[in-house]
T-cell receptor
């Protein structure tokens, strides 16, 4: 099975712009979670989607949003970018509602100038 | 109470030696404890995981030791190899409606030839 794929892999934006990142989970996986990784804050949970519904949200401002489509693919959007949003954004997929194991994609490296 | 504390921050081990990384948690509701390995430019890869009803789990050269009463768990890498040089993250989650992973701060392991 192919792993979790994320596009684009690298992105450079300027402050005030918005960005959309995409994630395709492992085939058959219905849950997608997003994490932000920075040197200062480490790995932090953003949100999780299961069957197109947001099940949980981390402690991030409303500028961070996401959605999941019927084919389980997910997108996350960050509006009004700030310098501090520069990070590696990771997507992880799980097989279903009661499975703990999460498998991560390679991430999207976002740089905000 | 949601934190997972990881130590040491960095570790240097000679080839063939044992690498030991420790984590401690506060929330007794956590019921799933995975370890992830991350190479530069890659997403975290699930290495091994344990649940609190087991005190030890071994997969190849990797062993998790779990001490429920002390709320601590550790990763042992036996016969450490230069290819094991990476950053290791412990994590915890609780299997209620949220499967979000709470990550430790990471340990950068260097295995010298």
């Amino acid at each position: 099975k192919a792993g979790v794929t994320q596009t684009p892999r690298y992105l450079i934006k300027t402050r005030g712009q918005q960005v959309t990142l995409s994630c395709s989970p492992i085939s058959g996986h219905r849950s997608v979670s997003w994490y932000q990784q920075t040197p200062g804050q480490g790995l932090q949970f953003l949100f999780e989607y299961f069957s197109e519904t947001q099940r949980n949200k981390g402690n991030f401002p409303g500028r961070f949003s996401g959605r999941q489509f019927s084919n389980s693919r997910s997108e996350m959007n960050v509006s009004t970018l700030e310098l501090g949003d520069s990070a590696l954004y990771l997507c992880a997929s799980r097989p279903g509602a009661t499975y703990n194991e999460q498998f991560f994609g390679p991430g999207t490296r976002l740089t905000v100038l | 109470q949601q934190q997972v504390k990881q130590s040491p921050q960095s570790l240097i081990v000679q080839k063939g030696g044992i690498s030991i990384i420790n984590c401690a948690y506060e929330n007794t509701a956590f019921d799933y404890f995975p370890w992830y390995q991350q190479f530069p430019g890659k997403g975290p890869a699930l290495l091994i995981a344990i649940r609190p009803d087991v005190s030890e789990k071994k997969e190849g050269r990797f062993t998790i030791s779990f001490n429920k009463s002390a709320k601590q768990f550790s990763l042992h890498i036996m016969d450490s190899q230069p290819g094991d040089s990476a950053t290791y993250f412990c994590a915890a989650s609780k299997g209620d409606s949220s499967y979000k992973l709470i990550f430790g701060s990471g340990t950068r392991l260097l295995v010298r030839p």
